[in-house]
C-alpha cells in the first residue's frame, strides 16, 4: 500500500508542476496577447490617419479650376486632375450654332444724319473725249448731277503731343501793387511739364488695362511722339492717388448700393523680401465693387486691412456682401452676437472680439463658389442625386433674380429709351420646339454611286387636267390606279385611317 501512495504523490507533484507551467505560459501569451492588441489599436490608429490624409491628398488632387475657387492656370499641373468638359448650351432644343445668337445684343455701324464733317467728292482725271474732268465743273463744261452714293467714315483723328507755352504777365495796379499771373492748372515747378491730359491717359492705361510702366511709355511714345521717362510714369500712380477726393467719392457711392461684391487678390508691390513677422513679401489688394464703381485698398490680408475697408460703412446701411468664404469676413468682429456686452455699447471697450457698427452686415456666399462646391460634391459622390439637384435649383433662383432684375429696370425705364426689347434675352420668347417624340428622324442622304437624281412625279387630274402633287413616296399615276381598284371592307377601313 506504501507504494501506491507514493504513486499518487507522484502523480499529484507531476501534475502541480504541469499546472504551475501551464500558468505561467497562459501568463506570457496573455501579455504577449495584450502587447500584440496594444500594437493592432496603434496601427488602426495609423492607418485611420494614413487613410485621412490620402483622401485630404486624393481630394487636393481633384481640385481644378471646374469645382473649385483654383485658377485655370494651375489646371494640367502633373498629377492633377483636368477640369470635365462642359457640355454644350442647348437652346432651342437643339445645339447652339455657331455666330450671333437670337437676343444678343448686335454691334454695328449705323448710318447718322448729322455727321461731324461732310466731304464732296467728284470725279478726278480725264473723259474719254479729253476734258479734264477735276477742272470740268469750274470751267461750265461739265454739270453736277447730285449726289449718287454717300459713304460714312469712322476714324479718330491723328494725336500728336503739342508744345504749348503759357507767358505769365505781372501787372502794376494804379495803386502800385504788382500782381502776377498764376500758370495754369496742374504745372509742375520747372519751366517744362507735361499737362494733365498726358499724365491721366498714362494713368488710365496703368490702372484700367493694366500696362507695366514700359509698355505705357512706348504706347505714348508711339501714338503722340511725347515721350516721358518711366519714373515719371510711374510717379503718377502716387500723384493720383494723392486726390483723397475721387477716392472718397468712389468710397462714399459703393457705400450707398445695396449689394457690393468684395475680393481679395495677392499683388507683387513694395520690397522683395517680407516683413517681420510675414512669410511672404506680396501684399493683398482689397476690391470692393459694383456695376459702376470699384474701390481698391492695398493691404494685407488681415484683420486690420479688412477694419479699414467699406465694410463699416457697408454695415451701418445694412447692405449685402457678396464674397468667397475667406475667414475673415466670418470674424467675431464683423459678427458680433447681439445681447452681449458689445451689442450693448461696450462703453469701456475691453472686448475686442467685435462691434457694434457690423450688426447689420449681411453676408451672401458667391454662388459661382456654391455651384462649384456642388459639382465637386457630384464628383466625390457620383451616386448621389442631391448635388445636381441642388445646383439646377440654384441656377433656377439665379434665373428668376434675372428675371426680377429685368421687370425692375424695364419699370423704371418708362420711356423704352435705354431698352431695346429686339436684342434683350428676356423680351423675346423662346422658341417652341416639338417634343422629342414628335421629331422627324434625320434623313438619309445617300452619298457616292448610291446618290441619283429625285424625281418630282406630277400627275393630272382626271377631270380637269390640272396638275397636282403626288402622295409622298407613291407616283402619281400608281396612286390613282390605286384609286380606282375596289377593296375589300377590311382594306377600305385601313385607308381611312391612313
Not at 455666330?99 to 480725264?126: I, N
Not at 477742272?135 to 460714312?152: C, M, N, W
Request: proline share 8%.
Amino acid at each position: 500500500m506504501l507504494w501506491i501512495a507514493r504513486l499518487f504523490e507522484q502523480q499529484d507533484a507531476a501534475r502541480d508542476a504541469r499546472i504551475a507551467r501551464l500558468t505561467a505560459q497562459n501568463e506570457r501569451l496573455a501579455a504577449a496577447n495584450a502587447e500584440l492588441r496594444n500594437m493592432n489599436a496603434q496601427l488602426v490608429a495609423v492607418n485611420e490617419d494614413l487613410a485621412s490624409r490620402l483622401a485630404r491628398l486624393e481630394h487636393l488632387v481633384t481640385r481644378n479650376s471646374g469645382n473649385s475657387s483654383n485658377p485655370s492656370s494651375k489646371d494640367g499641373q502633373p498629377g492633377t486632375s483636368e477640369p470635365k468638359p462642359k457640355k454644350p448650351r442647348v437652346s432651342g432644343g437643339g445645339q447652339r450654332g455657331r455666330g450671333g445668337q437670337p437676343g444678343a445684343a448686335g454691334s454695328h455701324l449705323r448710318f447718322t444724319e448729322q455727321p461731324d464733317e461732310r466731304v464732296d467728292r467728284f470725279p478726278e482725271g480725264r473723259c474719254d473725249c479729253g476734258n479734264d474732268l477735276a477742272t470740268a465743273l469750274e470751267r461750265g463744261q461739265a454739270r453736277d448731277l447730285g449726289v449718287v452714293d454717300r459713304y460714312q467714315q469712322v476714324d479718330i483723328p491723328l494725336v500728336t503731343a503739342t508744345v504749348t507755352q503759357y507767358d505769365q504777365h505781372a501787372l502794376a495796379c494804379g495803386c502800385g501793387a504788382v500782381h502776377q499771373a498764376a500758370r495754369p492748372a496742374g504745372a509742375r515747378p520747372g519751366p517744362v511739364g507735361y499737362g494733365p491730359n498726358l499724365a491721366a491717359w498714362c494713368v488710365y492705361l496703368m490702372v484700367v488695362h493694366h500696362l507695366p510702366v514700359g509698355r505705357c511709355v512706348g504706347l505714348v511714345e508711339s501714338l503722340t511722339g511725347a515721350a516721358p521717362s518711366a519714373g515719371f510714369v510711374h510717379g503718377l500712380l502716387a500723384r493720383a492717388a494723392a486726390l483723397a477726393a475721387a477716392h472718397d467719392r468712389i468710397r462714399a457711392l459703393i457705400t450707398l448700393c445695396a449689394v457690393v461684391v468684395m475680393d481679395e487678390t495677392p499683388l507683387r508691390v513694395g520690397p522683395r523680401l517680407p516683413r517681420p513677422g510675414r512669410k511672404k513679401a506680396e501684399r493683398y489688394l482689397l476690391v470692393a465693387c459694383t456695376d459702376l464703381y470699384t474701390h481698391f485698398l492695398l493691404g494685407d490680408r488681415d484683420l486690420q486691412t479688412f477694419q479699414a475697408s467699406v465694410l463699416s460703412e457697408l454695415a451701418a446701411a445694412g447692405a449685402t456682401v457678396v464674397h468667397d468664404r475667406y475667414s475673415l469676413y466670418d470674424h467675431d468682429f464683423f459678427n458680433p452676437v447681439p445681447g452681449d456686452p458689445l451689442a450693448d455699447g461696450d462703453p469701456d471697450g475691453t472686448d475686442p472680439t467685435g462691434s457694434v457698427e457690423f450688426l447689420g452686415l449681411l453676408h451672401q456666399v458667391c454662388t459661382q463658389h456654391l455651384l462649384r462646391d456642388l459639382t465637386a460634391a457630384g464628383e466625390t459622390y457620383p451616386g448621389e442625386h442631391w448635388p445636381a439637384q441642388i445646383a439646377d435649383a440654384l441656377r433656377g433662383l439665379i434665373h428668376h433674380t434675372n428675371l426680377t432684375r429685368h421687370a425692375t429696370a424695364l419699370a423704371a425705364d418708362s420711356g423704352g429709351q435705354g431698352h431695346d426689347a429686339a436684342h434683350c434675352h428676356y423680351c423675346r420668347p423662346p422658341r417652341r420646339t416639338r417634343p422629342a417624340h414628335r421629331r422627324e428622324p434625320p434623313r438619309h442622304v445617300p452619298s457616292g454611286r448610291d446618290r441619283r437624281p429625285v424625281r418630282h412625279h406630277v400627275a393630272r387630274h382626271p377631270a380637269r387636267g390640272t396638275p397636282r402633287p403626288s402622295r409622298a413616296g407613291v407616283p402619281a399615276r400608281q396612286a390613282d390606279r390605286r384609286a380606282a381598284v375596289p377593296h375589300g371592307p377590311g382594306r377600305s377601313r385601313d385607308l381611312e385611317r391612313r
